[in-house]
């Protein structure tokens, strides 16, 4: 399985299946109901703390999935005279977030921090902007040029928050994210991120100032009219985190096996797009070419997953590779040589 966002494989780790296994016999199947009428259990408090606490901001607040996430923060927090800045390969969550936002959306090229600053300079001084960035490209697997979208949303006034869904146990201190990676966790004004990677769970969550979770809570339409997160992912979440805390070594052994993944590939003469993540993409180029190599990969034992239009260009396209902490290097070192026969 090379075509996981498990990256830190606590799906099918026992103590986490026995968290949702009791929080199931405890609460039952759902809540069915929304967080402001009967869906709010203690569970979702206890999340909502304890992750507020791992990323080091005032207040987290939850929502359904990760997708709902970025249209719940985005389209609450941008107003009509509102500017919402966006790098062109953010996640499509992003892209609807804006589109259900009243603010008009920009947009610059990929980690072009000169295209960022002419957008930026062309808002007018009255409005307020909000930089979108994923931190962790889900796609390509580089990370968000932070320390200069920081230093540009300071020039401008502008507001920066980040999409750690792809970076949330992979990058930065114990797994903290991309802030953390570049030490910049008071510049950044909201966090964004999911379960259904790293904690092994399904829902998302967004991480700010006090303030401004209040301000989302009673305004994001997302959150209002959706039924809260089932109780057993609400302490599967809560028990991933706190595996993830207890340990750290997992993040070391997850990149330790992406550097190794990384450079098994190029010394087999495969072309990948380089970079310190533990998403490994393949330049397949052809969309035709991209789905029967990844056929032959499958009945060869290897499961990647395309990257193809609209999340890539037609002559762009990718065979996505993403590693897993729980894979050995003899898995990697099998898998590779059965990429060398079918890609060369």
């Known amino acids: 399985m090379l075509g996981s966002n498990n990256y830190l494989g606590l799906t099918t780790h026992p103590d986490i299946i026995e968290a949702g296994i009791k929080a199931f016999e405890q609460y039952g199947s759902g809540c069915s109901g929304s967080r402001f009428l009967n869906g709010t259990l203690d569970l979702h408090i206890q999340l909502e703390r304890e992750l507020a606490a791992f990323l080091g901001k005032e207040d987290v607040i939850t929502f359904s999935t990760g997708f709902q996430s970025n249209l719940g923060i985005i389209s609450a927090l941008v107003g009509r005279n509102d500017y919402v800045i966006c790098d062109r390969d953010n996640h499509a969550s992003i892209y609807d977030g804006c589109k259900l936002s009243y603010g ?9 921090m000169d295209e960022l600053e002419q957008r ?12 979108v960035t994923d931190g962790v490209f889900s796609m390509e697997g580089d990370i968000a040029k932070l320390p200069e979208i920081v230093e540009l949303a300071k020039k401008y006034g502008a507001r920066v928050m980040v999409d750690d869904a792809h970076a949330l146990g992979v990058i930065g201190k114990n797994g903290r994210g991309t802030a953390s990676h570049f030490g910049l966790e008071d510049e950044v004004d909201i966090y964004m991120g999911t379960f259904s990677k790293s904690l092994a769970s399904l829902g998302g969550y967004m991480a700010a100032s006090a303030k401004v979770v209040d301000y989302v809570r009673h305004n994001s339409r997302p959150f209002i009219f959706s039924a809260s997160i089932t109780p057993a992912s609400c302490a599967v979440a809560t028990a991933a985190l706190r595996h993830i805390i207890a340990h750290p070594e997992l993040v070391e052994r997850l990149n330790y096996l992406a550097s190794y993944m990384r450079r098994g590939l190029l010394e087999r003469g495969i072309k990948i797009i380089e970079s310190s993540t533990p998403i490994v993409p393949i330049f397949t180029y052809d ?11 499958y009945e060869n034992g290897v499961y990647v997953n395309t990257v193809l239009p609209p999340a890539a260009p037609a002559n762009g396209c990718m065979l996505r590779v993403s590693i897993m902490a729980t894979h050995t290097t003899e898995q990697l070192d099998e898998a590779m040589d059965i990429i060398k026969k079918v890609i060369k």
């Open 287 to 297: 969309p035709v070419n991209t789905l029967e190599k990844a056929h032959e990969l």
């Open 120 to 131: 930026l300079k062309s808002v007018p001084d009255t409005a307020g902007i909000l930089i």
């Open 104 to 112: 008009k959306m920009l947009r610059y090229a990929h980690s072009d």
